[in-house]
């Protein structure tokens, strides 16, 4: 059986015709091609020894909670329990007020017990990011109107944090020894920010920065006006770098990573040197196995998952080397992206969205979990 270290540096298709992009690197898994198998009940192609199903479906009650999961599943992430078990948060990217976020409460065996939201009234409520301190920032993609709610996993009550500013937000990523936030911004011509707070673990005062990039260094300028009516938060700075559609962001190893959906590109800043560099980018390739780059995740190992808005309905990895190995796909379901991309706590699953489902509609969405072998 293939171990889950194995399994995702593995291609699930032979990588002879791909290109490589170099980096200097030296991966820790190998890739290689493996079997696959095709789940005719839910119509996806996995790794061999590998389990899909669906935990929820848009509009129907998940187990026996009472809540019926929300339209427009998109960002998410998992938060272990002190019970062994885990949570699953989601975002609604559904519009006038009638975004969110809920969640999915399992125990210890991956059994649902519980789920509810834990919040409510916002809207279009794309990515966000995990805190260190075990909380959920949903970022709302509204146009200059967009905030960043800071969330409980658990079901306690949200906190909108103005101090991030307002723009068409998408997601966060939180340094945890800093406990600076940086934010990505969903438009053609957004920018890069970072938030500094005023004490670590407490999002309620700080300052806003906006990236500027020098070759291919990036520094911080600011303080930004988070509370300026007349100038949107990407103009306040002229020469701030711009980005074609910021959109997923994680932190791993003193780096983050991010996506840029409209260049379908993958970004790295190392934050002790402020080096940028982009890691994939699908124009190098003939035929490039991940576009429509989007939500991003990290493995245990470091290997970045990206799912794909669009493209082919897949959730791709790029291992060390930052080679594109496609590990989940979805069929018929063109009308729809893959969202919210969240590893278990020890790794065992991997939990993810189809937004709008195999009917490709607001409220035919699906919520999925890939068991992987340990």
């Keep these: 059986m293939i171990s889950r270290?194995?399994?995702?540096?593995?291609?699930?298709?032979?990588?002879?015709?791909?290109?490589?992009?170099?980096?200097?690197?030296?991966?820790?898994?190998?890739?290689?091609?493996?079997?696959?198998?095709?789940?005719?009940?839910?119509?996806?192609?996995?790794?061999?020894?590998?389990?899909?199903?669906?935990?929820?479906?848009?509009?129907?009650?998940?187990?026996?909670?009472?809540?019926?999961?929300?339209?427009?599943?998109?960002?998410?992430?998992?938060?272990?329990?002190?019970?062994?078990?885990?949570?699953?948060?989601?975002?609604?990217?559904?519009?006038?007020?009638?975004?969110?976020?809920?969640?999915?409460?399992?125990?210890?065996?991956?059994?649902?017990?519980?789920?509810?939201?834990?919040?409510?009234?916002?809207?279009?409520?794309?990515?966000?990011?995990?805190?260190?301190?075990?909380?959920?920032?949903?970022?709302?993609?509204?146009?200059?109107?967009?905030?960043?709610?800071?969330?409980?996993?658990?079901?306690?009550?949200?906190?909108?944090?103005?101090?991030?500013?307002?723009?068409?937000?998408?997601?966060?990523?939180?340094?945890?020894?800093?406990?600076?936030?940086?934010?990505?911004?969903?438009?053609?011509?957004?920018?890069?920010?970072?938030?500094?707070?005023?004490?670590?673990?407490?999002?309620?005062?700080?300052?806003l920065e906006v990236a500027v990039v020098d070759g291919m260094t990036l520094r911080w300028e600011g303080p930004l006006d988070v509370f300026s009516r007349d100038v949107p938060l990407r103009y306040q700075l002229p020469h701030a770098a711009r980005f074609h559609g910021g959109e997923g962001i994680v932190y791993a190893n003193r780096h983050v990573y991010f996506t840029t959906k409209k260049d379908n590109r993958v970004w790295s800043l190392h934050l002790d040197t402020g080096r940028l560099s982009v890691v994939y980018d699908a124009a190098l390739y003939d035929e490039p196995i991940l576009t429509g780059v989007d939500n991003i995740e990290v493995s245990q190992d470091g290997e970045l998952l990206i799912a794909e808005d669009g493209g082919d309905m897949q959730i791709v990895v790029l291992d060390r080397n930052y080679r594109a190995v496609p590990l989940v796909t979805l069929h018929d379901q063109d009308g729809s992206e893959i969202a919210g991309p969240a590893f278990t706590p020890d790794g065992s699953r991997l939990l993810f969205s189809s937004q709008r489902g195999p009917r490709g509609e607001e409220y035919g969405g699906v919520t999925y979990e890939l068991t992987i072998p340990g």
């Excluded at 427009?72 to 078990?85: I, K, M, Q, T, V």
């Excluded at 009638?98 to 017990?113: L, N, S, W």
Aim: hydrophobic letters at 30%.
């Design 5 to 207: 270290r194995q399994l995702l540096g593995n291609s699930l298709v032979a990588l002879a015709s791909a290109s490589v992009f170099p980096v200097g690197a030296k991966p820790t898994l190998s890739v290689r091609a493996t079997r696959t198998h095709y789940d005719s009940v839910l119509n996806a192609t996995l790794p061999t020894g590998c389990e899909l199903r669906a935990v929820a479906r848009v509009g129907e009650v998940v187990g026996r909670s009472g809540y019926r999961w929300h339209g427009l599943p998109d960002g998410g992430a998992c938060f272990d329990r002190s019970d062994g078990g885990w949570v699953y948060v989601s975002n609604s990217e559904l519009g006038e007020g009638k975004g969110g976020v809920g969640a999915i409460r399992f125990d210890r065996h991956g059994e649902i017990i519980d789920a509810y939201s834990i919040l409510e009234g916002s809207s279009r409520n794309c990515a966000g990011g995990r805190t260190p301190w075990g909380t959920w920032l949903s970022c709302e993609e509204n146009g200059d109107a967009g905030q960043v709610y800071e969330c409980d996993p658990n079901g306690g009550s949200a906190i909108l944090r103005p101090g991030l500013g307002a723009c068409n937000h998408e997601a966060a990523a939180v340094d945890p020894r800093s406990h600076q936030v940086y934010l990505t911004e969903d438009i053609t011509g957004g920018c890069l920010y970072r938030f500094s707070p005023a004490r670590k673990q407490d999002l309620s005062e700080g300052k």
